[in-house]
């Protein structure tokens, strides 16, 4: 077994102000320990991101990350429940380090914006029709 310390940044539009005595909004839960990304008193959140980060005991990086994953989800959804912010981490980069290791792993992403598609006259009587059918369960849309 060996031990990992995974980074991974979280997406959210909540702002964190557990723990503010130490100068940092942070708090931990479940070992995983939740900052803010950048915060300071004079400019407070200035990022929608939060940095979690764990030590894993594991047998390999898979297991860890998987490990790690399993546990985040779901305090992650519930944050997002109680805070009523959208939270997304999935897409967020990461980074495993095994300890006394000099290699690492990191998985870098980067937002990008999406690009405008026409819905035009023939979309419209596509709408009609798929609108009409129905047979087609909604769920098939959702």
């Known amino acids: 077994m060996n031990n990992y310390i995974i980074q991974h940044r979280l997406h959210t539009l909540a ?3 557990v723990d503010l005595r130490h100068k940092h909004a942070s708090f931990t839960f ?3 320990n ?3 990304w950048d915060f300071n008193f004079a400019d407070g959140h200035k990022t929608a991101y939060w940095l979690l980060e764990e030590k894993i005991n594991a047998k390999n990086f898979n297991a860890a990350i998987s490990q790690f994953n399993k546990k ?4 992650i959804s519930q944050i997002s429940f109680l ?4 939270s997304e ?5 990461y980074l495993v380090c095994k300890e006394g290791s000099d ?3 990191f998985r870098y992403t980067k937002r990008t914006t999406g690009v405008p598609l026409a819905f035009d006259e023939n979309s419209l009587k596509g709408l009609q029709v798929l609108y009409d059918k ?7 849309f959702y």
Request: charged letters at 20%.
């Open 15 to 17: 702002q964190s102000y």
């Open 30 to 32: 479940e070992n995983v």
């Open 34 to 36: 939740f900052s803010h």
């Open 72 to 75: 985040i989800i779901i305090i």
């Open 83 to 86: 805070s009523q912010c959208y």
């Open 89 to 93: 981490y999935l897409n967020e980069p």
């Open 103 to 105: 290699i690492a792993f």
């Open 134 to 140: 129905k047979e087609i369960n909604d769920e098939f």
